[in-house]
């Protein structure tokens, strides 16, 4: 919050331990990896064509959202000075709106469909967080910062759900607890990354007197979005209809 002189708190930089960061965040990155790469489905770490890209898109979709929905409070109070319970309708116009994604997707039938869903989430989260980017940047209203917020919210909502029932069709019935922990791991370790991540790009940018520079959390957040929708259209690939034949003839045979 602002001190009685009108700035910000001092910040310390991490300049003393800076050149030992990249270092230390490639062994890290390494060992998630290596351990990744063992829990989760073969092929899920190049986002391969059916339940692997859906195992990628949960963990992108997690870390693009949660990697920014911590800092959006940090965002509202210290930039703009609004109040904690001020700060908090952001997300509580997230929430809803993510309800609304939600209950959008359940009523969008046919394959077809559901993969241009699947997209348009991905897709508006982009655009969502691009508003909220821009409108910091620019020094625009703090209301459209928490507008592109909600848009994030509804893209959440719409592509979110999909990815479990994805999981669960794209699984045989004796690998569906398998698969949805899997789903739920891929979840956890990439918020979690994009979470340390953006505190060390937060930390490493912040300056004396002036509020926390969120812009660098934002961008690889749409980064992460992006990602999502530019490999969404395999979940329904080539390799996904073979899973759901195979599915479908297993049944047949029971």
Same mark, same amino acid.
């Given at each position: ?23 230390? !965040?490639? *062994?890290?990155? +390494?060992?998630? =990896? ?5 829990? @989760?489905?073969?092929? #899920? $770490? ?71 869903? !699947?997209? *348009?989430?991905? +897709?508006?989260? =982009? ?5 909220? @980017?821009?409108?910091? #940047? $620019? ?79 934002? =961008? ?5 979005? @992006? ?28």
């Amino acid at each position: 919050m602002p001190s009685e002189q009108g700035g910000f708190p001092a910040s310390p930089r991490l300049e003393p331990a800076w050149p030992w960061m990249p270092l230390a !965040l490639a *062994a890290a990155a +390494a060992c998630t =990896a290596l351990a990744a790469r063992r829990l @989760l489905p073969a092929g #899920a $770490m190049r986002a391969k064509c059916g339940l692997p890209s859906v195992v990628a898109m949960r963990g992108l979709i997690a870390a693009a959202f949660f990697g920014s929905e911590a800092f959006i409070p940090l965002l509202l109070t210290t930039r703009y000075g609004w109040s904690l319970n001020a700060a908090g309708l952001a997300l509580t116009a997230s929430a809803l709106m993510w309800s609304a994604g939600s209950a959008i997707q359940a009523r969008l039938k046919g394959q077809c469909a559901r993969r241009r869903g !699947l997209t *348009a989430g991905f +897709a508006a989260m =982009a655009a969502g967080l691009s508003v909220s @980017l821009l409108s910091v #940047a $620019m020094g625009w209203p703090p209301l459209l910062a928490v507008a592109g917020w909600a848009l994030t919210g509804l893209g959440i909502g719409l592509s979110f759900p999909m990815l479990s029932v994805l999981t669960m069709q794209l699984s045989r019935p004796d690998e569906q607890g398998r698969n949805a922990s899997a789903l739920q791991l891929s979840d956890a370790l990439a918020s979690s990354a994009a979470l340390a991540l953006a505190g060390l790009l937060l930390h490493a940018r912040a300056q004396p007197s002036a509020p926390p520079d969120t812009l660098p959390i934002l =961008a690889m957040s749409i980064l992460l979005a @992006l990602a999502g929708a530019w490999i969404s259209p395999r979940a329904f690939g080539a390799g996904a209809k073979a899973e759901s034949g195979l599915e479908a003839a297993s049944r047949q045979k029971a």
